[in-house]
């Protein structure tokens, strides 16, 4: 069973540069397009960045310049990097791939944005 496992995210401050990753107990980056998604209370999740296999990256319109999707193949690992932080990027954050093949979702990694 493939586990997905998100981390770098904490307090930052607005306009602060977190780095998310996520990395997969085993390698399927190789063969899915992946995502970054992002859950607040009381809202549907929403799908903020998105790689396909090749590294073609599309961006929801809310982070789009503000944030980075990459992805290491080898290292099964697929990152966010976020820069100039607002407070409304507070969320949990998720990967998965894109679209959904049924894998469990992580446990996420909560992204807090305030000064």
């Known amino acids: 069973q493939v586990q997905l496992v998100e981390s770098g995210g904490g307090l930052v401050h607005p306009g602060g540069s977190p780095r998310l990753a996520c990395a997969a107990s085993?390698?399927?980056?190789?063969?899915?397009?992946m995502g970054w998604y992002r859950q607040t209370p009381g809202k549907q999740s929403e799908l903020v960045a998105h790689?396909?296999?090749?590294?073609?990256?599309n961006y929801a319109d809310s982070v789009k310049g503000r944030f980075t999707i990459s992805r290491d193949n080898a290292k099964s690992t697929v990152y966010l990097q976020m820069n100039s932080l607002k407070p409304e990027d507070t969320a949990v954050y998720y990967c998965?791939?894109?679209?959904?093949?049924?894998?469990?979702w992580g446990q996420g990694t909560q992204v807090n944005v305030s000064s």
């Open positions: 998965n791939t894109e679209p959904s093949i049924g894998l469990p």
């Open positions: 790689i396909t296999i090749s590294g073609r990256t």
């Open positions: 085993r390698s399927i980056f190789s063969i899915y397009a």
